[in-house]
Every structure is written in C-alpha cells, then in structure tokens.
C-alpha cells in the first residue's frame, strides 16, 4: 500500500465520506479508519467498537489513537490489542499514544512491537507525544 487516505470513524458512515471510501478502494488505495480517544474516559470497549467499523467499511488499517490519564490507561490499552489482533480480519491495528507523558516511549514500544504506523513530524509536533521524522529510525535501530 503506497497510497492512503485516513478518515475518522465519527465521520466515515456520511454518505459523502462513504463515497470517497469506496472510490479509494476501487483505485488501491489503502483506508485508515482514525479513532482518537482524547476526551472520554478510556474503556477497551471503546477500541473494540472502532475495529469493528473499520471492518464494517472495509478498512486496511484502523488507527486507534489514545490521550490516556493514567499509567492503567496505558496498560489497559496495550492489554486489548491482543484481542483485536485475533479477531481473524485482515486489518491492521495501528495504536497511538498521545500526550507528554506515555506518548514518545510507548510510540518506539509499539513500533518495536509491530504497529504499522508511526506519526512523526517534520518541523513542529502537530500533537504531544511525536518524535521528529528523522529522530525515528536511529532510535528504533538503538532499540534492537
């Protein structure tokens, strides 16, 4: 996959956000279904149900991004992937931390662990918890 788009889940089922989907696939290019968790309380629920729309419009990878307000949140978050993964579809699970505190080590963790995404940044962090593009690979080589 060379090409994506990435829509939110919020917005994916509008016909016209729908449309741009099913075009997408048409052409090959891949589909990321975004859930960004910033504001709710975190419940793995909440990733369950963002996996299963992604699914259900036939999504490649289903970005889940968290803003967590605690150390168990992390640990809860992590804990549920698992699951997703066995769940017995072709998407791909790309989890996200955000935030100062868990965003940049759990970003280098998940990417040591297989996620399929890293965010980074060119010039200017769009969100707390980014690595700078060029800082990625020499901090992922020192990792393993």
């Known amino acids: 996959m060379r090409h994506v788009i990435d829509v939110e889940a919020s917005t994916v089922e509008d016909p016209a956000l729908m449309a741009v989907v099913t075009r997408a696939k048409e052409e090959g290019i891949g589909v990321i279904i975004s859930r960004h968790i910033l504001a709710e309380p975190w419940h793995p629920r909440l990733a369950i149900d963002a996996y299963r729309m992604c699914n259900r419009v036939g999504g490649n990878i289903c970005k889940i991004a968290l803003h967590p307000d605690s150390f168990n949140d992390v640990c809860t978050f992590f804990g549920c992937l698992p699951t997703l993964a066995l769940r017995g579809s ?15 080590v759990s970003r280098l963790l998940l990417a040591v662990g297989g996620a399929p995404l890293i965010y980074g940044y060119l010039s ?3 969100v707390a918890g980014q690595w700078k593009v060029s800082e990625i690979r020499p901090m992922l080589r020192k990792m393993k």
């Open 124 to 126: 200017k962090a769009c």
């Open 90 to 104: 072709d998407v791909e699970i790309a989890p996200m931390i955000i935030g100062d505190k868990f965003g940049k």
